[in-house]
């Protein structure tokens, strides 16, 4: 395989500093979804843990080289998983950790970025807002701005995932990948491409959130002026030009699913599996609802990758939809 920014054995070394919490989430079957979805279908299941999302792989990655070179503060960007994620392993490194989100971000997930003891600054517009702002924090205070996707600790703790799935996994073919900013993708894909070369990858984002998604397709990096969609974990405007890079280089397809795929998507987590999840980690779901005859036969994997959701919209979404049935 052509080289990405990441390492296989610096992704296995990672382990060892990812508290055990976050680690070996549960791997299943999940035969109660086939009979809609026409194919075989698991589960890997990264919201078993204490802040609901698989970000935390990555924060403590970057928390702990922080601890061990003496930093005490560190500002991120985040739509809301990333910062309860870097709260959650600053606390128990010392850290001072300030998240900036935007105010139209998912209540809940500001809440327990709250509670975590993080400093949470607001601002007016979208994600890119919040991550201009704190880099201008990270330059005036003289701090770690941690990227989410841009700084290779995200994406190889991400990569742990990926891991998982080729050593413990029967036999599959397909893994099917929620795609935002992107280190979720090139982490999991870096893996999956370099010890299982024969799945293929496939990202997943919403129609109405495409940046990454075309700039795969295209191949250089296209922007977008705005989004919209419900899974707002995955809605970024400006890809990352060194992270389509890696993209390019393990992805097989990146497909773009409806808004009425996405929650129908959650609804059935929630019927036939017994899950509560956000939109983003329905988006694996959402794919495979809008093209049984490409999974048709096939063994897939789908990470549900956060379930950190508003209760309300989430009994809004998933009440008014409707099952797609076979």
């Known amino acids: 395989m052509r080289e990405t920014r990441l390492d296989t054995a610096r992704i296995r070394e990672a382990r060892r500093v990812i508290d055990p919490v976050f680690l070996d989430t549960p791997l299943y079957r999940c035969e109660a979804l086939e009979p809609d979805l026409g194919c075989t279908v698991s589960i890997k299941l990264e919201t078993a843990n204490p802040v609901r999302s698989f970000k935390a792989r990555g924060t403590e990655i970057a928390a702990s080289l922080l601890a061990d070179n003496g930093s005490r503060a560190v500002v991120c960007a985040s739509a809301g998983n990333l910062g309860q994620a870097l709260a959650w392993s600053g606390r128990g490194r010392g850290l001072d950790v300030t998240v900036v989100a935007s105010r139209g971000a998912t209540a809940a997930k500001l809440d327990r970025i709250r509670a ?19 880099a201008a924090i990270a330059r005036y205070d003289g701090i770690r701005l941690l990227e989410d996707s841009l700084d290779i600790e995200t994406c190889e703790g991400a990569a742990t995932i990926g891991l998982e799935l080729v ?18 993708a090139t982490g999991v894909g870096h893996v999956v491409k370099d010890l299982a070369p024969e799945v293929e990858v496939i990202c997943v984002q919403p129609l109405g959130a495409p940046a990454l998604t075309h700039s795969w397709r295209e191949r250089r990096v296209v922007t977008t002026d705005s989004t919209d969609t419900i899974a707002d974990g995955v809605a970024g405007r400006k890809p990352i ?15 773009l699913v ?22 983003s980690a329905a988006l694996g779901i959402a794919a495979t609802l809008e093209d049984r005859d490409r999974f048709a036969g096939r063994h897939v994997v789908t990470i ?16 008014a939809a409707p099952l797609h049935r076979s």
């Open 116 to 134: 975590l003891d993080a400093r949470l600054e607001l601002v007016d517009g979208d994600h890119e807002m919040a991550r201009e702002r704190a």
């Open 167 to 184: 050593d413990t996994a029967p036999s599959f073919d397909t893994v099917l990948i929620a795609l935002g900013g992107g280190a979720l």
């Open 258 to 279: 409806q808004e009425t795929s996405i929650i129908t998507a959650m609804r059935m987590l929630l019927e036939h599996a017994g899950l509560v999840v956000e939109p």
């Open 304 to 319: 549900v990758c956060g379930s950190n959701v508003d209760v309300a919209a989430y009994h809004r979404w998933v009440g």
């Open 241 to 255: 030009p060194a992270v389509l890079d890696d993209l390019l280089l393990v992805a097989d397809d990146a497909v």
